[in-house]
């Protein structure tokens, strides 16, 4: 048999050494991988994939009847702690009233003074026990913290979302881009920032993309090939 037809040629080798390497296009600042703080079921999707939002702008939102729930009870707890508090001031302001030494002693009205102190600390902690839980419900709103547009969403209304685990959803500034290329480590140490590239999508090695050095991250990673991991990118040369 003859040999076989070849429907897609590969790309050209434009210099005469160089140095191949894998690489994916992403936002200039890095994808950003929105997570959860807690574990918790999913109440509201606020965008789409493709939606453009700004810094600041809602997402999503997460089951908040727990701390709604402990919220009320703390407010209860704030009117408490202000009727304890007016009842103990009264007490101590007619004992303060009484002009004759003699009709009550220093001890007693010391006492009186303290419980008022200890009613005005606990209403204080009542209030921040509240400023508390807001703020804990603030943190279930989760808000994108740039501009960008929504790369990829990861969840549905009513799903449980756990914390630590994938992203959510994945948000990016595309107006701009960059290749971020694992350079293998047998010839990292022929990389010179000085250096020309251009990459080629392997879809089409007829398209020719001119690349402009930014940066190197001077961390060095093993190499992640043969992870067996279902997103895993192979080099085959």
Not at 45 to 62: A, M, N, Y
């Amino acid at each position: 048999p003859g040999p076989e037809p070849v429907y897609f040629e590969p790309a050209l080798n434009p210099y005469e050494k160089t140095i191949a390497a894998s690489g994916i296009i992403e936002a200039t600042d890095k994808n950003i991988e929105i997570g959860v703080p807690l574990s918790a079921l999913v109440k509201d999707v606020c965008v789409k994939v493709g939606e453009p939002v700004e810094q600041g702008q809602l997402l999503f939102r997460l089951d908040d009847r727990e701390l709604m729930a402990q919220l009320l009870v703390q407010r209860t707890q704030i009117a408490v702690s202000q009727a304890t508090l007016a009842r103990l001031k009264d007490q101590l302001a007619r004992l303060e009233s009484i002009k004759d030494p003699r009709a009550i002693s220093q001890e007693e009205l010391n006492m009186r003074r303290y419980d008022v102190a200890v009613a005005t600390a606990q209403l204080e902690a009542a209030e921040a026990q509240v400023t508390q839980t807001i703020l804990l419900l603030e943190r279930l709103n989760i808000c994108a913290p740039q501009n960008g547009i929504i790369l990829q969403n990861n969840i549905r209304k009513g799903e449980f979302v756990t914390a630590g685990g994938s992203p959510a959803m994945i948000l990016g500034d595309i107006e701009h881009l960059q290749v971020r290329a694992e350079i293998d480590e047998q010839n990292a140490s022929y990389l010179t920032t000085e250096t020309s590239a251009i990459a080629f999508p392997k879809n089409n090695s007829s398209l020719e993309i001119p690349l402009r050095f930014e940066r190197i991250e001077p961390f060095m990673v093993p190499k992640r090939s043969l992870t067996g991991a279902s997103d895993e990118r192979v080099d085959t040369r």
